[in-house]
């Protein structure tokens, strides 16, 4: 099958095998030759004429088996040998020119075939890794492919489709691509195929770009497809790209049901303002409709995911006043309930911050920390005020000192405020499995 592994690259693999092996490469070339040493003397009186006969096949199996070093290697030590042992007289340096010839003939020679060979295992390994990366490109892919020939057999199918239709690929392959089609859907799309591979102009798409897949447990499966025609090693058909379209629309679907949701959380915040301000004393509306305000941003932070950054929270919040904020550069992402609720402390806190404390004068600063504790469990923030008026507790107790102490203990594990006279502070430790968990560091202010 085309794109499928190719069986006589993987007849090579075990050659390939060898040559990473680098050591038993050596030692299979030492042995090849000491075999045709041994075979030239076992047929001396059949080679006599011949020196260097035996020697080849070793060299040759060298280079395949180990490379061109190896080879080498092999075209060397027969060399030493057929000199050394073969022509006379034995055991001496002492050539005549006819041997110093025929060795070096047998060394040109024998190099060519050494050469020839590495560039042929170079080339099947080279062949052969580039099949090995198209395979795993193909398998990497995020959706299904499939190669279909003229008369709509399966000839290929990835990792992807496998998950997708509850096929294994052995199932597949071979098979009408109908297979895969609702039956009552079959006769059409194999007419439809049917024209699209004999279009031989520019071969366009005559087939739906979304369609309805069936699974092999007979589920259907909503698909969009891509085709482009292919024609490659005698091969001619098309390569398909297939679509899960079931996780798209489901998120569609979400987002439509949270665009009404926030529509409609928008319109009853409307309305409990125009109330508040119809009804609520001078005084206090204030402080609640800027509470509304603080619930409405943080909704819209939430708008695009069900969770949110405490540090978005924090710069909705603190607009305007960022030069004069420090922070530590960590973060953490809240649930709903509790983005909500942090929200409305530090809405608190800022409030406090601009009519008696540290935002209230330009050089006052506002140092926060977040940090994850050493049980990594629980999740500490503090607010610290500096450079601001001369601070003193307050002697009644308020709406604001609910939210910072009452709302707070509904998802604290603890809740500390103190009024030294050079600042405010005030400290939250939280359970991270019941607010969220740390987000990545962001760059300090």
Not at 47 to 59: G, K, N, S
Not at 150 to 159: D, K, L, P
Not at 177 to 186: A, D, F
Not at 208 to 229: C, Y
């Amino acid at each position: 099958m085309i794109l499928s592994p190719d069986p006589f690259l993987r007849r090579f693999e075990p050659i390939r095998q060898v040559r990473r092996r680098r050591v038993a490469a050596y030692l299979l070339a030492t042995a090849g030759v000491a075999v045709a040493t041994f075979l030239r003397f076992q047929f001396s009186g059949l080679l006599a004429p011949v020196t260097f006969t035996t020697f080849y096949p070793a060299i040759a199996l060298a280079a395949l088996l180990g490379g061109a070093w190896p080879g080498t290697l092999a075209l060397l030590l027969s060399a030493l040998a057929a000199n050394l042992l073969i022509m006379q007289p034995r055991f001496t340096w002492v050539l005549g020119s006819e041997a110093m010839v025929s060795t070096l003939m047998f060394l040109i020679s024998g190099g060519i075939l050494v050469v020839l060979i590495a560039l042929l295992n170079d080339a099947v390994d080279r062949i052969s890794q580039q099949a090995e990366a198209t395979q795993q490109i193909l398998e990497a892919q995020p959706v299904g492919v499939m190669l279909v020939d003229e008369a709509g057999i399966i000839n290929f199918v990835n990792s992807r489709i496998e998950d997708l239709f509850g096929y294994s690929r052995a199932e597949l392959s071979g098979q009408a691509v109908e297979i895969l089609i609702p039956e009552g859907m079959r006769a059409g799309h194999a007419e439809a195929l049917r024209r699209y591979m004999g279009g031989r102009d520019a071969r366009r798409p005559r087939v739906p770009r979304e369609f309805v897949g069936r699974s092999k447990g007979g589920a259907d499966i909503p698909l969009d497809i891509g085709l482009t025609p292919f024609e490659a090693f005698g091969f001619t058909g098309a390569l398909a790209t297939l679509t899960d379209l079931r996780e798209s629309r489901a998120l569609q679907r979400r987002e439509v049901v949270a665009d009404e949701i926030r529509h409609r959380a928008r319109n009853l915040l409307t309305i409990v303002q125009t109330l508040a301000r119809r009804t609520l004393p001078r005084d206090d509306q204030q402080a609640f409709l800027g509470m509304l305000e603080t619930i409405a941003r943080t909704q819209d932070v939430l708008s695009a995911e069900i969770t949110a950054p405490l540090k978005g929270i924090l710069e909705d919040e603190l607009r305007g006043f960022a030069h004069q904020i420090d922070d530590d550069g960590y973060d953490l992402r809240l649930s709903a309930r509790a983005a909500q609720d942090f929200a409305l402390i530090i809405h608190e806190l800022t409030t406090n911050a601009l009519k008696y404390g540290a935002l209230s004068r330009p050089d006052g600063r506002v140092e926060i920390t977040c940090r994850r504790e050493a049980d990594e469990r629980s999740f500490t923030f503090i607010w610290k005020e500096l450079r601001g008026p001369k601070v003193s507790p307050p002697t009644r107790r308020g709406f604001g000192s609910s939210i910072l102490q009452d709302l707070a203990r509904g998802f604290a594990t603890s809740v500390e405020w103190d009024y030294p006279p050079d600042g405010f502070r005030y400290e939250l430790r939280v359970d991270l499995a019941r607010v969220g968990e740390v987000a990545e560091p962001h760059p300090a202010r």
